[in-house]
């Protein structure tokens, strides 16, 4: 039993070590919180491919798609030009900002695009793979018979981060309601994002 929830402590730890970081999948999630727009869906979105990815990395497919760097370099360079294109879009977001209102319906892009959108920053993402398949599945590997509880560990953490970070944004919503405040989000993001895809693209 010490064994188990050693494991279990050792998954989420490690995962919330990786998870809480500046990156396009948080900083997204951040923004639809704080706009209020399908906060659930993105939120459930990025814990069920999380929760998929870290069950394919404790079962060892990490170890098989480390064989193929070829998938890699794929993956980096339409991850990468996705991240651009989509921190472009910030950018002109940052020098024609709006407040925040959050009184009335949900104003932002259709519920088909923000899915798309959620899925395609945390599927294009090769740090994603590379945090879940490889380096997770790795560490859940040295815990033998008790890795899957390392997995439920390591989704656990995943389910506390975004439902903290979609539903907590709400309460950055007052200081959003002025249109300079989404300019430095928005710039911030866009940094963010221009800064990952350039990163990725140079090193495919």
Known sequence: ???????????????????????????????????????????????????????????????????SPEALTVVALIGGAFLLCYGALAARRAFKPAALETGGPETGGSLRRIVLTTLAITWLNPHVYLDTLLLLGAIAAGHGSDRWAFGVGAVSASVLWFLALGFGARLLSGFFRKPSSWRVLDGLVAATMIGLGVALVAGA
Do not use: Y
């Not at 070590?17 to 706009?35: E, S, T």
């Open 1 to 67: 039993m010490g064994d188990v929830l050693f494991s279990l402590g050792a998954g989420f730890g490690a995962t919330m070590a990786l998870i809480v970081a500046i990156g396009a999948q948080n900083a997204f999630v951040l923004r639809q919180g704080i706009r209020r727009e399908a906060v659930l869906v993105v939120v459930l979105i990025c814990i069920f491919s999380d929760a998929i990815l870290v069950s394919l990395g404790v079962g060892g497919v990490g170890a098989l798609v480390g064989t």
